[in-house]
């Protein structure tokens, strides 16, 4: 069982930057890949980003190439989502998902455990 807590979120202007973190037990957290969706009011949850369980792949949507970066550190049990240049039309609820799959994926089924989600509001 892995439980994620997901922080960080909260009410920006457009072209400002946020960090979110999502914080991981139990210890196994290295174990599994990561990643980063996103649904906002309306939309099916899609998918931002993804990291494998080392941290070497990186996998991104098209929507947030090049303005947001996945990172990890298993000593701390954590991963993050630095936003950048964010838009209004990042406004969604972030969550923050595990997968024992050893392969990247873009997939929400492929997922097996997913935190509470954090609200990200980007005015214009």
């Known amino acids: 069982q892995v439980q994620l807590v997901e922080s960080g979120g909260g009410l920006v202007q457009a072209g400002a930057s946020l960090r979110l973190s999502c914080a991981a037990s139990?210890?196994?957290?290295?174990?599994?890949?990561m990643g980063w969706f996103r649904q906002a009011p309306g939309k099916e949850r899609e998918f931002v980003a993804t990291?494998?369980?080392?941290?070497?792949?990186?996998y991104y949507a098209d929507s947030v190439k090049d303005r947001f970066t996945i990172s990890r550190d298993n000593a701390k049990n954590t991963v993050y989502l630095q936003m950048n240049s964010l838009k209004p039309e990042d406004t969604a609820v972030y969550y923050c998902?595990?997968?024992?799959?050893?392969?990247?994926?873009?997939?929400?089924?492929?997922?097996?455990?997913w935190g509470q989600g954090t609200q990200v509001t980007v005015s214009s």
């Open positions: 998902a595990a997968t024992a799959n050893s392969r990247i994926s873009s997939v929400p089924s492929a997922y097996a455990y």
């Open positions: 990291i494998t369980w080392n941290g070497g792949s990186t």
């Open positions: 139990p210890r196994t957290f290295s174990h599994y890949g």
